[in-house]
């Protein structure tokens, strides 16, 4: 009799218990924040703009009238802190702002150059909502008319669009992918500098109108986010990489500029390489490059100051030879292989003197260098950041074209004039 | 209470659970600001250390066959003296239990559950412990082998998963603060194993005390190896001054875990892990300070004692009004300090025993 009133006893306790706790809350009790920005305020010291998902569009698609539903409203607000802002927010909208599915912080330039991501946003990591997965943007316009233009304009939903901008990083290679725990590892690190994606809003102005003559040519991978020459699609673009000393911003790398910085750092996964053709230089090849593995990076020690020898080993495969010429062949491969390799040397010469120029390790040097100091004293006394300007590299550039499509050979385009180059 | 008997598997499950589920918390962090880079082999040392002083246990326990260590206590020091180390040995694993339920439920209230008052934590984690306890050290071993199981394959997923997050450079500098202040600290930090006396005060529900020998043995190892990889992680996945600045660095590093869209957020996975291996861990832990309790003033029925206990260590766990406290005071001289609370007992023991009582055993056992 004992043992079923016990049973009975703890099934009730067992049922009372898991009905809920202090920590239940429904779906609908939070507006979720899929992007926060933070611009210079007005009325207060920060402006910051949160870009709200809403719960009855996303994927219904539903229309209520003529009106078809936004996905997603943006809030604007002057505040002096962050939280405050939130706070403050809450009141008008009724439910409470809800970070964990927030995908980008956005900062603007303004305010990356005057180095006060951390004043502003910063110390946003020690807050448990926040995931260090959210990607860290610097936008060339102010972050409130990113926000606003940063939704889909192609048929996807919000969410999808968001995780597809990082996921572009990793296909093209012409922005990094820095997410919140990268940065804030890296305004500490005494290994390396941070950098950030840099973003910005595309007002297809750049693209000029047939027959207009007096347009200046810039390399596409030259140019830098809000001016690639285009029209239609999403405003939004992310091109190129902001470049940190500390807290402050202290340059832009354009997408050619991050491509080899990814491949310094080990961190480029594929991407499309366009060369000029070397036996027709008028024309244009273009290869989808790989990093075969992380570069082989060793360091000696000249006169107390750091040689990097830097070798990179990237696989290639053709995508498109305008010109025909048979670089497929075994007897002309290597010629093109030569091309590349002497392109992408004389582009990392290039960024490493960039660098030294700034004195900022953005290319992750400090990770190597750091094995030569056996003990956390002897390595904070060297103190590597700020010793970029002495270092000297040399860059070995290993390329192998594995694969050439779906055609083994070039044919000749032939006319009635006979064969046509 | 029947105690019944405990296979040697489900012990060294209990024995590892209650040394390594301390990992999950705030010590990495300690450890990592201490020794820097060179933690997850500093754990090593510290391992090595309590091999060492659990073998002076393991001399006793063979010396008096049949026996646990309490009653060993009191053969060599007398009733009386016996008490007081076996009071000593309860004071620290009821002090161990409460300081890791207390990190236990700061870590929750910050990751899980924001708005759970700490004492329904508290409270609810220790009616779990009152229910096991409740089935003896048998069924507690049962429980810890079958869910240990379980909890290993879940902590080598999110280890293996970790691995995307791994720099080898973040291991360097590799001697981290000096071979001298890691070893110091390697010794000192040496109760990070002190549960290992549970062989001692659990060898009679074992099938054959010698076999405390090699249970403890492989406790060590395996906790050494679970609680090395563990910092190793930790370190590999983050600087030596980030990491030293988090609250929980293993969970914060699982919930960086993302393989594309659709398999990220998997610190789920992680809390399951977490939340068990505390619960078998302390358990274990508090069923020791209980037994020595008990041991120590001659009460057959636990039961009412657990009670008490499950009180006490509410309280004692509560009692703290900050978790700045905890981290700045309360968990570095335990870590530090415990070994004396854990080891001296087995000092004074071995050093009596060795003197005084060792000739006069062998001469009984020849004569």
Known sequence: M???????????????????????????????????GVDKGVADKWRFSFQIANMRATGSREESGN???????????????FFHAVNVLNTSIARTLNFRHTKYLVISRDIAKEGKFTESLGTIIRFREIRRTTGVVVSTDTAEAFIEEFNPKIGISLARLQEGYMEQSRQTGFFPEIQLKDYYLEIKSNYSQPIAILAGINDFSHLPQQGETDVEKIELGKRKAGEIPRKGGNTVEFFGTAVFDGERMVAELNGYETTIMLMLRGEYDR??????????PELYISLNLKQRRKPKVKVEFVDGKPVFHIKLMLNGEIMAIQSSIGYEKTSKIGYLESAIEDIIKQQAEALIEKAKELNVDFLNFGFHIVKAFPTIQEWEKYNWIGQMETAKATVEVDVKIRKIGTLIKSSQILGTEGEQD | MNEGKVGNIEMICLIVNAIVCKAFFTSVAAV???????????????????LAVFGLMYIMIRAYEGKNILEIYDEIVGKKAGRLLTLVSCMILFLSASITLREFTDATNVYL???????????MFIIAMIVVCFFGIEGLARTAKFFSYILLINFLIVMVLSIQHYQIYRLYPLLGYGLGNTVKNGIMRSSAYGEIILIGIFAKALNNTKDAGKIGLKCLILGGLFIAQILFSVIASFPYFTAAELADPLYIMVSLIEYGRFFQRVEVIFIFTWNLSTLIGLTA????????????????????????????????????????????????????????????????????WFFFKRGKQTYAEKS
């Open chain 1, 2 to 36: 004992q043992r079923k009133v016990s049973i009975i006893i703890t099934l009730f306790a067992v049922t009372l218990l898991s009905t809920s706790c202090f920590d239940a809350h429904e779906v609908d009790n939070y507006a979720y924040v899929t992007t926060v």
């Open chain 1, 67 to 81: 009106q078809k539903a936004p996905e997603y409203i943006t809030i604007t607000i002057d505040a002096p802190s």
């Open chain 1, 271 to 280: 991407g499309i390489f366009t060369l000029k053709d070397p036996l027709k």
């Open chain 2, 32 to 50: 990592i600001q201490k020794v820097g880079t060179a933690g997850w082999y500093m754990t090593l040392i510290s391992a090595a250390v309590s």
């Open chain 2, 113 to 123: 559950l924001h708005v759970s008052p700490p004492g329904y934590i508290v409270g």
């Open chain 2, 285 to 352: 832990i508090f069923y020791g300070a209980v037994i020595s309790y008990c041991h120590a003033f001659d009460i057959k029925d636990k039961r009412p004692i657990i009670i008490s206990f499950a009180i006490s260590i509410y309280a004692a766990t509560l009692i703290i009004p900050s978790i700045t406290i905890i981290l700045d005071y309360v968990v570095p001289t335990l870590r530090d300090y415990g070994w004396v609370g854990f080891y001296s007992p087995i000092f004074i023991a071995i050093i009596i």
